[in-house]
């Protein structure tokens, strides 16, 4: 209302102001008279308006004012993480920000071996042997939800066979696994493939038939406890005879502390196993290579309606130098007969030649020797040494199985971290052998050699 009333006081004041002609007519006196007129009807109007907002309760318009700059755009931050990220680890790894990954995996040994034994021992699968020791091929990553996953395979042999095949669930130090993996024995069954010491693993992980198999575990993993336990069947690539539905329960305890740069690693695990509608077992490894099928010590197949067995496992690395062993006893539960104790073990020292270099250790386990100077940044990469005692005892109870020691040494050169060569040779000497020679002695030597050639990413 104030305003349309000023309007009408304003349109008024024009109405009795002087026409041009007229104001050309004025002397000074009378325009500057007629200024003064035009001021004070200003004021009154300013006047009048205020109180009219006073008796109608409305604020005085502000005061004009400049208009508010526009904020320039904020560029995007040069931090943030991206959707998907691609790192390189062997071969590369996807992770995506909401929590997925994806890596392929794989591995390729290629073995050659020769066997030195009496005559009439290896027969035809002695001399030298050529083998794809492993290939393996398949991936690994995570689920959102604390989701794992792991399928893979060795395409080696005419058949495909399957390795790990699970899916794991965690989210702190306790993790549940379902499917094909390794149940809980030895310090040396335990660690990969990839990073142990000698071409292949002591003998008594071969006799006692230690494999993945399809099972349930959990695993509680702390700063210096491991405890790992689960229930299991059979190999996933024996499951489908209607026989193979053994069972069997398995743990392991490992204190892991470390004491400045010193490792150490104390453990034990069991074993238990009801043999079910297959009641029979045989332990028979192979004599320290993997190219020829005899076994020189071997049980043969005996009547068994369940086995236990128990484990002590010892470790410490302290720089480049680590030393480790371990002893287990497999005992064959026979209804009507003694029970048979079979005793395996080993004692090993290592040293890791090149400075600055050693042997890692990682969750209960002995991890991948990476040059600190690899080949490709002009470095010698890593070279160790290593020497282990290996001993087998299959003879118990009324059954002579043979004993088996060997003295074994090999040489380790890692050129890059995913890449590395082995060569090993090992004394063997046997008493009581289940293969003679062709004199009928049962108490003899051998001698093999083995080079390995290795890659995985």
Same mark, same amino acid.
């Given at each position: 209302?104030?305003?349309?009333?000023?309007?009408?006081?304003l349109a008024?004041?024009?109405?009795?102001?002087?026409?041009?002609?007229?104001?050309?007519? #004025?002397?000074? %006196?009378?325009?500057a008279?007629?200024?003064?007129e035009l001021?004070?009807l200003?004021?009154?109007?300013?006047?009048l308006e205020?109180r009219l907002?006073?008796a109608?309760g409305?604020?005085a318009?502000?005061?004009?004012?400049?208009?508010?700059?526009v904020p320039a755009?904020?560029p995007p931050?040069?931090?943030a993480?991206?959707a998907?990220?691609?790192?390189w680890?062997g071969?590369p790894?996807i992770?995506?920000?909401d929590g @997925?990954?994806?890596?392929p995996?794989g591995?390729?040994?290629i073995d050659?071996t020769s066997i030195?034994?009496p005559a009439?021992?290896?027969?035809?699968h002695?001399?030298v $042997?050529?083998? #794809?020791?492993r290939?393996?091929?398949g /991936?690994?990553?995570?689920?959102?939800?604390g989701?794992?996953?792991?399928v %893979?395979a060795?395409?080696?042999?005419?058949?495909? %066979?399957?390795?790990?095949?699970?899916?794991?669930?965690?989210?702190?130090?306790?993790?549940i *696994?379902?499917?094909q993996?390794?149940?809980? =024995?030895?310090?040396d %069954?335990?660690t990969?493939d990839l990073?142990?010491?000698? #071409?292949?693993?002591?003998?008594f992980?071969q006799?006692?038939g230690?494999e993945?198999? /399809?099972g349930?575990s959990?695993?509680?993993?702390?700063k210096?406890?491991?405890?790992?336990?689960?229930v299991f069947?059979?190999?996933?690539n024996?499951l489908?005879a209607?026989s193979?539905?053994a069972v069997?329960?398995?743990?392991r305890?490992? @204190?892991?502390?470390?004491?400045?740069?010193?490792?150490?690693h104390l453990?034990g695990s069991?074993?238990w196993r !009801?043999?079910?509608?297959g009641?029979a /077992?045989r332990?028979?490894?192979?004599?320290?290579?993997?190219?020829?099928?005899s076994?020189?010590?071997?049980?043969g197949t005996?009547?068994?309606?369940?086995e236990?067995?128990?484990?002590?496992?010892?470790a410490?690395?302290?720089?480049?130098f680590?030393?480790?062993?371990?002893g287990? =006893?497999?005992?064959?539960?026979?209804?009507g007969f003694?029970d048979?104790t079979f005793?395996?073990?080993y004692?090993?020292?290592?040293? +890791?030649?090149?400075?600055?270099?050693a042997r890692t250790?990682r969750?209960g386990?002995?991890d991948?020797l990476?040059?600190?100077?690899p080949v490709?940044a002009?470095g010698?990469g890593a070279?160790?040494?290593?020497a282990?005692?290996?001993y087998l005892d299959?003879?118990?109870? $009324?059954i002579v199985?043979?004993?088996q020691?060997?003295?074994?040494?090999?040489v /380790? @050169?890692?050129?890059?971290?995913? +890449?590395?060569?082995?060569? !090993?040779?090992?004394?063997l000497?046997?008493?009581?052998?289940?293969i003679?020679?062709v *004199?009928g002695?049962? !108490?003899?030597s051998?001698?093999a050699f083995g080079?390995r050639?290795?890659?995985d990413?």
């Amino acid at each position: 209302m104030r305003h349309t009333l000023a309007a009408a006081l304003l349109a008024t004041s024009m109405f009795c102001m002087p026409t041009p002609a007229m104001a050309q007519a #004025m002397s000074p %006196e009378e325009a500057a008279s007629l200024r003064a007129e035009l001021a004070a009807l200003k004021a009154q109007v300013q006047t009048l308006e205020a109180r009219l907002d006073a008796a109608t309760g409305q604020p005085a318009p502000p005061p004009a004012s400049a208009p508010a700059p526009v904020p320039a755009p904020t560029p995007p931050s040069v931090t943030a993480k991206p959707a998907t990220e691609i790192a390189w680890k062997g071969a590369p790894e996807i992770k995506t920000a909401d929590g @997925w990954s994806f890596k392929p995996r794989g591995r390729m040994q290629i073995d050659v071996t020769s066997i030195d034994a009496p005559a009439g021992v290896t027969g035809t699968h002695g001399g030298v $042997g050529t083998e #794809m020791r492993r290939l393996f091929l398949g /991936v690994d990553g995570k689920i959102p939800g604390g989701f794992g996953y792991r399928v %893979e395979a060795d395409l080696a042999n005419s058949a495909v %066979e399957l390795t790990d095949v699970y899916l794991t669930y965690g989210t702190g130090p306790v993790t549940i *696994t379902a499917g094909q993996h390794k149940p809980f =024995w030895s310090l040396d %069954e335990q660690t990969s493939d990839l990073f142990t010491t000698m #071409m292949e693993r002591a003998a008594f992980t071969q006799a006692f038939g230690f494999e993945r198999r /399809v099972g349930l575990s959990g695993q509680y993993r702390g700063k210096t406890l491991l405890v790992q336990g689960g229930v299991f069947g059979d190999n996933a690539n024996d499951l489908l005879a209607d026989s193979d539905n053994a069972v069997s329960v398995d743990g392991r305890v490992v @204190w892991m502390p470390k004491f400045g740069d010193a490792q150490l690693h104390l453990g034990g695990s069991g074993h238990w196993r !009801n043999i079910n509608d297959g009641p029979a /077992v045989r332990y028979a490894p192979r004599p320290f290579i993997h190219t020829t099928n005899s076994r020189i010590v071997d049980t043969g197949t005996f009547t068994a309606s369940s086995e236990r067995g128990l484990g002590l496992e010892a470790a410490a690395m302290v720089g480049p130098f680590h030393v480790s062993g371990e002893g287990f =006893w497999q005992t064959a539960r026979r209804p009507g007969f003694a029970d048979p104790t079979f005793f395996g073990g080993y004692a090993e020292i290592g040293y +890791v030649l090149t400075g600055g270099d050693a042997r890692t250790y990682r969750d209960g386990n002995f991890d991948r020797l990476a040059p600190s100077r690899p080949v490709n940044a002009g470095g010698p990469g890593a070279i160790e040494l290593n020497a282990r005692y290996d001993y087998l005892d299959l003879n118990d109870a $009324g059954i002579v199985g043979g004993r088996q020691r060997a003295i074994d040494v090999s040489v /380790v @050169w890692a050129p890059i971290a995913y +890449v590395r060569f082995i060569a !090993n040779y090992g004394h063997l000497m046997f008493d009581d052998a289940a293969i003679g020679t062709v *004199t009928g002695d049962r !108490n003899y030597s051998a001698d093999a050699f083995g080079f390995r050639t290795q890659i995985d990413f």
